[in-house]
C-alpha cells in the first residue's frame, strides 16, 4: 500500500471505527451508571397563586386549521383538568404583500366563536380557561412583507409583556 492509498483506507475506517467505538463506550456507561428517576413536582392541583397557561403559538391560516385549533386546544384541557391551567392559541396570520387579506375577517371570527365555545362548554367557578391572543401583521421591511414580528419567538415575548401589563404590543 503506497502513501495516498493508506491515507484513503484510513479515512474509509474511520466512520465504522468511530462508530463501534460509541456502541461500545455506551454499553459500558450503561453498565456502570444506573439509571434513576428524575426529580419531579408532586401536585395534586396547582395553587391558584400559581396558575399556568399554557400556550399554542400559531399561524391562522384559514377557517378549517381554526377548527383543528379548537380541537386540539380541548383535547390538551380535556388531559389537564386542573382549574389553575388556562390555555391560549397566540396566533397571527400568515405573511402577506398587504396589512390586510379578504379571509382574514373570516378566519379570526371563527377563532373567537371557537375559543367562545370552549369556554361555554368548559366554563368551571365562572372563569375563563381558553383565551385567543391574536397579533397583527406589521410591515418587515427587510422582507418586503406584513408579518407577525419575530414570528413565534415574537409572540412569545409579547405575550409575557402582556401578562406583566404591556398594552404597547401587536395583540389585539
Known amino acids: 500500500w503506497g502513501g495516498w492509498q493508506l491515507v484513503l483506507f ?27 428517576r428524575l426529580p419531579r413536582l408532586d401536585l ?5 397563586t ?9 399561524m391562522l391560516e384559514s377557517v378549517a386549521r381554526v377548527e383543528e385549533l379548537v380541537a ?25 404583500t398587504e396589512e390586510t387579506q379578504p379571509q382574514d375577517a373570516e378566519i379570526l ?6 375559543v367562545e365555545q370552549l369556554n361555554a362548554k368548559h366554563r368551571e367557578s365562572g372563569h375563563d380557561r ?7 401583521r406589521q410591515w418587515n421591511a427587510r422582507e418586503g412583507l406584513w408579518m407577525g414580528w419575530e414570528r413565534k419567538r415574537g409572540k412569545l415575548e409579547e405575550f409575557n409583556r402582556v401578562l406583566r401589563g404591556a398594552s404597547d404590543t401587536s395583540f389585539v
Open 72 to 96: 386540539h386546544l380541548e383535547v390538551q384541557a380535556l388531559g389537564n383538568l386542573d382549574p389553575h391551567v388556562h390555555f391560549a392559541i397566540l396566533s397571527d396570520f400568515r405573511d402577506a
Open 10 to 36: 484510513a479515512f474509509v475506517t474511520m466512520v465504522p471505527a468511530s462508530e463501534l467505538t460509541i456502541q461500545i463506550l455506551q454499553r459500558i456507561i450503561i453498565r456502570l451508571v444506573p439509571p434513576r
Open 50 to 58: 400559581d396558575r399556568t397557561m399554557v400556550v399554542i403559538p400559531t
Open 130 to 136: 381558553f383565551f385567543l391572543c391574536h397579533r397583527t
Open 44 to 48: 395534586r392541583e396547582v395553587p391558584a
Open 109 to 114: 371570527d371563527a377563532a373567537r366563536a371557537g
